[in-house]
């Protein structure tokens, strides 16, 4: 791929995003997160991609997770989209934060009847005893709220906040094209430098 010294990243990316949501087979808006623990310990999950608003990553999740403790102790992330189906690797690096309340509040409510359900449901990253239990508290909190779900204060939305991209593309004998882009003076265009796979 020819690079230009001053590229922006997120049209590139959403470029990269269009063609995986194409070919990949399933969740193309899949992405592992990279938090670490206050003590230095990292955790890496799959999250799903929901949004890209005012240039940051959105997804959502439960606000006393493991991952949103640690995100709230640090401050700091990684992503890394993996789409086998083009052979194509994106990983940012960024600081995150919550989302305003309205806009969780607003995706909440595009979410199905039962996802609505299972975010009072389940209590994440918490022991459980056994899968009837959760399956329990699921009948309970339908028969609490019927289908006027509202979205419950410890779940909602995050944006990541890029400070660093690296585009990664398949080659033959292992010698991949791979380059990182960093801002340059707060512009749009970041500042593109190629790597040695």
Not at 60 to 87: D, H, L
Request: charged share 30%.
């Amino acid at each position: 791929m020819e690079l230009d010294k001053k590229i922006d990243p997120i049209e590139l990316f959403q470029k990269w995003f269009k063609e995986a949501q194409d070919k990949e087979i399933r969740d193309p808006n899949a992405m592992q997160i990279a938090t670490v623990s206050k003590n230095g310990f990292p955790s890496v999950r799959t999250v799903l991609l929901k949004d890209i608003i005012n240039r940051n990553f959105v997804f959502y999740t439960n606000y006393e997770s493991r991952k949103s403790r640690e995100i709230f102790e640090t401050g700091k992330v990684a992503i890394c989209f993996y789409w086998k189906s083009i052979n194509r690797q994106v990983r940012v690096v960024g600081e995150i934060d919550k989302i305003p309340e309205k806009v969780s509040d607003q995706y909440f409510e595009s979410r199905s009847l039962g996802s609505r359900i299972g975010a009072w449901a389940s209590i994440q990253s918490q022991p459980l005893k056994n899968r009837e239990t959760l399956l329990k508290r699921v009948e309970e909190f339908k028969n609490k709220f019927d289908e006027n779900v509202p979205r419950p204060k410890h779940w909602g939305g995050f944006k990541i906040i890029p400070n660093e991209f690296e585009f990664w593309q398949d080659g033959d004998f292992r010698l991949h094209d791979r380059f990182i882009l960093k801002p340059s003076d707060h512009s749009t265009f970041w500042e593109c430098q190629r790597y040695y796979p």
